[in-house]
């Protein structure tokens, strides 16, 4: 059972063609295919709420913000949100 992109390469770390062509429909297989494989350095932890990748406190209140906004609009709908959000980032206990 395949579990990570590793397990799609080879020993000698190229696409294992025949197994891609086996596993996907051809469609995906050729997609994966014109993939370039790795870089030259080690993998990395990425934040993928930033395209950089860098997680930054801010970056994490703008996430917890937005699922605020959702659970907002989900919950209870309001003539005025203005409070709300105000009411959200005391509640998380971010800086004035």
Known sequence: MMSTVSDLLTDSGIWNVELIKN??????????????????????????????????????????????????HDQQPSSSSCGFFLESFVEAGSPP
């Open 23 to 72: 596993c996907f429909l051809h469609i995906d297989a050729e997609a994966i295919l014109r993939q370039p494989i790795g870089r030259a350095g080690q993998d990395f932890w990425a934040w993928d709420q930033k395209k950089t990748g860098v997680y930054s406190v801010r970056s994490a209140y703008g996430l917890l913000y937005m699922k605020r906004v959702e659970g907002a």
